[in-house]
C-alpha cells in the first residue's frame, strides 16, 4: 500500500499511451489526509490519500493524491499507472497488452461491420449508393489510364529501339555501297 511506503523503496511508472516502464526510488511520503475536506455520509468510511515524491530517471516527481490504501493507481487523464507492487504492475501490465490483442483480433469484425452498414445505407439512401458507383468507377477508370500510361511508356521504348535498329541497318548498308 501506498501509505506503507518509506524512502527507497521501488515505485513502478507505467505510461500507457506509448507503453513503457520507469522504476524510481521514493525520496518522501505524506502522511494520510483525507481525500475529501467534508465528511462522508454517517457509516461511510474517509477515503485517505498520499502524497509520493520519487526520483525516477535521476528527476523528483511528485505523485499527488494517491489512494493510501492500494498498492496500484490510475492517474486517468495523464495515462500513468503507479504502483508499489510488481506483481499489481505486471497485471496491469498484461491487462494493456491483452486489450491490444483483443482490438487486433476484431479488426476483421469490424471491417465486415463497416461493409455491411455501407450495404444498408445504399438501401436506404440512393444518394449514397449513387455516391458509392461514381466512387467505383473513379478507381476503376484511374486504374485503366495507370494502365494506358504503361503500355504507352512500354510502346515509346519500343519504338525507339525500333528506330534504332533501323538506322543502324541503314548505316550498316550504305557502310557496305561504299
Same mark, same amino acid.
Request: proline share 4%; net charge negative; glycine share 2%.
Given at each position: 500500500?501506498? /501509505? @506503507?511506503? +518509506?524512502?527507497?523503496?521501488? !515505485?513502478?511508472?507505467?505510461?500507457?499511451?506509448?507503453?513503457?516502464?520507469?522504476?524510481?526510488?521514493?525520496?518522501?511520503?505524506?502522511?494520510?489526509?483525507?481525500?475529501?475536506? =467534508?465528511?462522508?455520509?454517517?457509516?461511510?468510511?474517509?477515503?485517505?490519500?498520499?502524497?509520493?515524491?520519487?526520483?525516477?530517471?535521476?528527476?523528483?516527481?511528485?505523485?499527488? +493524491?494517491?489512494?493510501?490504501?492500494?498498492?496500484?493507481?490510475?492517474?486517468?487523464?495523464?495515462?500513468?499507472?503507479?504502483?508499489?507492487?510488481?506483481?499489481?504492475? @505486471?497485471?496491469?501490465? =498484461?491487462?494493456?497488452?491483452?486489450?491490444?490483442?483483443?482490438?487486433?483480433?476484431?479488426?476483421?469484425?469490424?471491417?465486415?461491420?463497416?461493409?455491411?452498414?455501407?450495404?444498408?445505407?445504399?438501401?436506404?439512401?440512393?444518394?449514397?449508393?449513387?455516391?458509392?458507383?461514381?466512387?467505383?468507377?473513379?478507381?476503376?477508370?484511374?486504374?485503366?489510364?495507370?494502365?494506358?500510361?504503361?503500355? =504507352?511508356?512500354?510502346?515509346?521504348?519500343?519504338?525507339? /529501339?525500333?528506330?534504332?535498329? !533501323?538506322?543502324?541497318?541503314?548505316?550498316?548498308?550504305?557502310?557496305?555501297?561504299?
Amino acid at each position: 500500500m501506498f /501509505q @506503507s511506503l +518509506r524512502p527507497n523503496n521501488q !515505485i513502478y511508472i507505467l505510461r500507457k499511451d506509448k507503453p513503457s516502464l520507469d522504476i524510481g526510488s521514493v525520496v518522501s511520503v505524506s502522511m494520510p489526509t483525507p481525500k475529501y475536506q =467534508m465528511q462522508p455520509a454517517f457509516g461511510q468510511p474517509q477515503e485517505m490519500v498520499v502524497d509520493i515524491v520519487a526520483n525516477v530517471n535521476n528527476q523528483d516527481v511528485n505523485y499527488q +493524491r494517491i489512494p493510501a490504501n492500494l498498492d496500484i493507481a490510475d492517474s486517468g487523464l495523464s495515462g500513468i499507472v503507479i504502483s508499489d507492487n510488481r506483481d499489481a504492475m @505486471s497485471a496491469e501490465v =498484461m491487462s494493456l497488452k491483452k486489450k491490444s490483442v483483443d482490438i487486433l483480433n476484431s479488426v476483421d469484425y469490424h471491417k465486415e461491420v463497416i461493409s455491411n452498414c455501407e450495404a444498408i445505407l445504399s438501401e436506404l439512401n440512393p444518394e449514397v449508393a449513387e455516391k458509392q458507383a461514381q466512387q467505383k468507377e473513379i478507381n476503376n477508370l484511374r486504374i485503366q489510364i495507370e494502365e494506358m500510361a504503361k503500355n =504507352m511508356a512500354s510502346l515509346m521504348s519500343s519504338n525507339q /529501339q525500333l528506330i534504332k535498329a !533501323i538506322n543502324n541497318k541503314e548505316d550498316n548498308h550504305e557502310n557496305v555501297r561504299n
